[in-house]
């Protein structure tokens, strides 16, 4: 994981308290809010530090990939036959849900030559997107999977039985089932036997389209239009069951979520926003008006943003559903990040199925109007509307009013919703803020477990995949989310493309990516050594076992271990945690020899990065620094040891949780120096053989060595002879870790030229690390200045190039002059999007910068109250030299601004 962002954000939070710098220091205040603002985001809400963090070898994780077989991106699960299906590039294969590494099944589907060599006379390559991609794997029925494949772009459909695992070879066509090419968004599920996809209708993936399959019925299909869909990725669609027997007969309803093109807003390029639209299960289409196309289709806007800073994240890249018996209490998860990648922000946010529904069954609609002649914009549409309402399933009332199906549904409606396929009210995510924030990755995938813990209270948890092939594992709770720990799941750091939880009999993740396919158990309990370690980790998978005193995982034996001898504290307060007998005797101490001059690793490792890692010496926190350096990762390491460091050496780890300090020993040690029976006084300190296992050592000690020689006394930087090299071990190979919590590789011993100067790479700042460089500060205070002055010349550049905020922009406008020309499409949005204090107060002035700007976010995500009655507020960019007398509010005709057809085949 690349950290290094996050580290300068934290080391300048670390060193500086915001100057809230008058007037005359501009270019100060423009930095304050920058980093104001980065700093708002990582204090405001459930921003989140994986506290623990298993690399690829640290857990045991299996694994499936076949030698020349990749992309393993579609997976179906089979909970009642205990099996996975995975498709990949020309392969389907059965996997065993317990052991992925078994296969138990496979067919391969290739294309044949003739498609192969007219996809490559189109131009599209033959080792990579001319094959067979199988990115449809749906359960058709008892017996059989419904299987579509990208075959050289012509896609392509089959039935697979599961009997025999064979294709019938019932060549179907693919078109509107399966994308044409293999890296488009796709997206589709598989209800009662019929297929809802999301994907491209052509060989140019330029016309979108939802679609429904059934073998009774012609495809059933949006209409192509740019109010409709425009330039959609799809992520995920699933059914919403809400049963024929239900007291108002609504119908079921397939959900589709993507993040499209807007049509509603004006921008200078694309401004990306993410949807949720909804189809009826019961849909047959209209009689003469929509005729084939969804008479139910309609979609609003999804937002999730942090309203108090004005920052939105704008692109959704996967949805989860959490399904509950009743559908009402259903929550979907969505994970986002922004259009903008330079913030390096994800977020999770979740959605109310109630106020999901409220919003398409009773939200107002878009209307899209012209202004002037060819300008055309979109308003809230506040006419009356047709019933029954446009959009909407047929239920109980519609059939008492003797319409039973969309075919009877009166024109009016079916026209009015062709018009208007938008809703202008959006769905506001729980909180309305994002559940989880993370920095420095880039969430690809989520699924979500909801999971009952020992304290009677169901909790949400949270697996998000990311484009580097880790997981991050959150549990949300009433006031934000903690993230419990970090996984890289994949060998490469690839992204992940598919991630699926089983929930019933395995408890097992299962990735997909481009080399293959990972299972990972959902907890790590085990590794958890102490009952401290095991309650701060605040899984709700996990408890301490009195008995046998180890970290379980209370699904695999909650059936055999009685509740009242676990322990789990979901708030993370260990202090029932049972006191740990660990008499501080001389035993306990590890003694570690090392020859004088030489330096010792006294290794630590605290796994938790929440941790703030404390050295003790003799009793006394670590104070003296010259010949320590901390590594927050490893240990301490002990420069060219003379006989006042001898010691007795604490490392111990201080954890915050539930409002109290929970201080734990996690390793001691005696340090003396091991001085040989005849010292020949040298000026060479530097051992000439040490064993190779410590090179990085050696380089360290040889350096401090020289320098301590030229400063120390010389008596005590006596050399051993050169032939001496049995005694003369390193601190690395005498000491053994007391509590390494796992018995993987040591380690490796980072040390980075003058170390002390990196920020350590804890997330909490911490005091011991300062403490120990208290000497450096010179050069600390020279570097931070270098640093801060570098930093200031890259502000002012980036103002002057427009890739910074709206105050910048506003800054920038104040010294350059209102005269330039309008701001190409970044600074645009980011004026837009992330303007921080919005001034809506006084009446526009009609001039330069300032008026742009609020046209700018005018045209940005505009609060409802800029609509007014459906009124158009007069100031847009257009219209910067109109007199206010132009303001005039315009009237809706519906029926005069149909919508525009993105082709010329006309629709009827
Ligand atoms: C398939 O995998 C290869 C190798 O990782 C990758 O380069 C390619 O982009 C993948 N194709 C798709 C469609 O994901
Ligand atoms: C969803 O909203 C409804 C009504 O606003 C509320 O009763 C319900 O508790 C909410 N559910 C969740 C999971 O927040
Ligand atoms: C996230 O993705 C963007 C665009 O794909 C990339 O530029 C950025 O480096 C990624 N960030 C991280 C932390 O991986
Ligand atoms: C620790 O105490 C011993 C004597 O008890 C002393 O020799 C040594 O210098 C002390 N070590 C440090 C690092 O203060
Ligand atoms: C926890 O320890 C820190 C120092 O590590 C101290 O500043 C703080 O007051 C302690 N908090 C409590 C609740 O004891």
């Known amino acids: 994981m690349n950290h290094s962002s996050s580290l300068d954000i934290m080391t300048l939070k670390g060193n500086l308290t915001l100057p809230k710098i008058p007037e005359p220091n501009m270019a100060l205040s423009v930095f304050g809010v920058f980093l104001g603002l980065l700093l708002e985001i990582s204090a405001h809400g459930p921003s989140s530090v994986a506290r623990t963090s298993w690399r690829h070898e640290d857990v045991s994780l299996v694994e499936f990939s076949e030698p020349g077989v990749l992309n393993y991106s579609t997976l179906l699960l089979s909970e009642e036959r205990g099996v996975l299906y995975v498709g990949a590039r020309e392969a389907i294969f059965e996997l065993s849900l317990n052991d992925v ?81 293999p890296a488009q968004s796709f997206t589709t599920v598989m209800v009662d036997g019929e297929l809802y996809s999301g994907t491209a209708y052509n060989f140019l993936g ?42 108002d007969g609504e119908d079921d309803k397939i959900y589709y979520f993507f993040t499209e093109v807007s049509v509603e807003y004006e921008f200078f390029g694309k401004l990306l926003i993410p949807r949720i639209a909804r189809v009826c299960k019961g849909d047959v289409g209209g009689q003469r008006t929509l005729q084939k196309k969804w008479t139910s289709f309609l979609k609003a806007k999804l937002v999730c943003s942090m309203p108090e800073l004005n920052f939105v994240f704008n692109v959704v890249h996967d949805v989860f559903i959490l399904k509950t018996p009743d559908w009402r209490e259903s929550v979907i998860y969505g994970v986002f990040t922004s259009q903008w990648g330079n913030m390096g922000l994800s977020a999770v946010c979740a959605y109310n199925m109630t106020s999901v529904d409220e919003v398409f069954s ?177 899984d709700p998978y996990c408890a301490w076992e009195r008995q046998t005193t180890s970290c379980i995982n209370i699904f695999q034996k909650k059936n055999t271990v009685p509740h009242r001898m676990l322990l789990q504290n979901l708030q993370g307060d260990a202090s029932d945690c049972p006191v740990a007998a660990r008499p501080r005797t001389s035993e306990t101490y590890q003694q570690v020899a090392v020859k004088p001059g030489s330096s010792a690793e006294l290794p630590c490792r605290v796994r938790s990065r929440l941790a703030q890692v404390l050295w003790r010496v003799n009793g006394t926190d670590l104070s003296e620094a010259a010949h320590f350096l901390l590594m927050r990762d490893t240990g301490l390491l002990v420069y060219s040891v003379g006989p006042e460091d001898q010691g007795r050496y ?64 010389p008596t005590l930087t006596p ?3 050169a032939t001496d090299a049995l005694p003369l071990t390193p601190a690395t190979t005498t000491v053994t870790d007391a509590d390494a919590l796992s018995a993987g590789p040591r380690p490796k011993l980072l040390l980075p030229p003058r170390a002390s100067h990196s920020p350590p790479r804890t997330d909490t700042f911490d005091p011991s690390a300062k403490l120990l460089q208290r000497d450096n500060s010179g050069t600390l205070l020279f570097l931070f200045l270098l640093f801060f002055f570098l930093f200031l010349v890259a502000v002012a550049y980036n103002c002057y190039m427009r890739f910074l905020p709206a105050p910048c922009l506003r800054l920038r406008a104040a010294l350059l002059g209102p005269q330039k020309k309008p701001q190409p499409e970044y600074a645009a949005c980011e004026g837009g999007l992330m303007e921080t204090a919005p001034d809506r107060a006084g009446p526009p002035r009609q001039n330069g910068p300032q008026l742009q700007l609020r046209a700018l976010r005018d045209t940005g995500y505009e609060t409802e109250s800029e609509y007014g009655n459906g009124k158009v507020a007069s100031h847009s960019y257009e219209e910067a030299d109109d007199t206010p007398s132009k303001a005039k509010p315009f009237d809706i005709d519906c029926d005069s601004h149909p919508i525009e057809y993105a082709d010329a085949d006309a629709p009827y």
């Not at 359960?139 to 459909?157: I, M, N, R, W």
């Not at 050696?698 to 006394?713: C, Q």
């Open 362 to 538: 009773r939200g107002r609609y878009m209307q899209k109007a012209t202004v002037e002649q060819s300008h055309t914009k979109w308003v809230r549409y506040n006419g009356i509307t047709p019933t029954p309402r446009p959009g909407a399933c047929i239920n109980n009332q519609n059939r008492r009013q003797n319409i039973n199906s969309s075919l009877q549904l009166p024109d009016k409606t079916l026209q009015f919703v062709k018009d208007h396929p938008l809703l202008a009210d959006p769905v506001v995510p729980i909180g309305n803020g994002p559940r989880l924030i993370a920095r420095d990755v880039n969430y690809t995938q989520i699924a979500v477990e909801r999971v009952p813990a020992l304290d009677n209270n169901v909790y949400d948890v949270i697996f998000t995949g990311t484009d580097k092939g880790a997981v991050h594992k959150s549990v949300v709770y009433e006031g934000g989310a903690h993230t419990i720990e970090e996984i890289q799941l994949l060998r490469n750091r690839e992204p992940i493309k598919t991630l699926l939880l089983s929930t019933h009999r395995a408890r097992f993740l299962y990735a997909g990516s481009d080399s293959g396919i990972v299972q990972s158990p959902t907890a790590f309990c085990d590794k958890y050594m102490t009952c401290e370690d095991c309650v701060l980790a605040r």
């Open 206 to 247: 330029s016309e979108p389209i939802i679609s429904r399959y059934s073998v009774s019925q012609s495809l059933l299909r949006t209409e192509y239009s740019t109010s409709w869909l425009n330039e959609p990725s799809f992520v995920f669609a699933d059914v919403i069951r809400e049963g024929r027997n239900s007291a």
């Open 650 to 713: 604490e490392c111990w780890s201080v954890e915050v949780a539930a409002g109290k300090n929970f201080t734990r020993l996690v390793a001691a040690y005696h340090l003396r120096l091991d001085l040989p029976e005849r010292t020949r006084p040298s000026a060479d300190v530097v051992p000439p053989s040490y064993p190779e296992s410590s090179v990085e050592h050696v380089d360290t000690a040889a350096a401090k060595g020289n320098n301590v020689n030229t400063a120390g006394p």
């Open 719 to 721: 050399s051993p002879p």
């Open 101 to 181: 590494s078994i296969k138990t099944n496979q067919v391969v589907w290739k294309v044949p030559d003739n498609h192969m060599s007219k996809c490559v006379l189109k131009g599209k390559s033959k080792e990579t997107d001319c094959q067979n991609h199988i990115r449809v794997l749906q359960a058709f029925d008892e017996k059989s999977l419904y299987v579509c494949g990208t075959h050289a772009f012509q896609p392509l459909c089959d039935y697979l039985t599961l009997e025999d695992f064979r294709l019938i070879n019932k060549h179907e066509d693919g078109r509107g089932k399966c994308s044409f090419d």
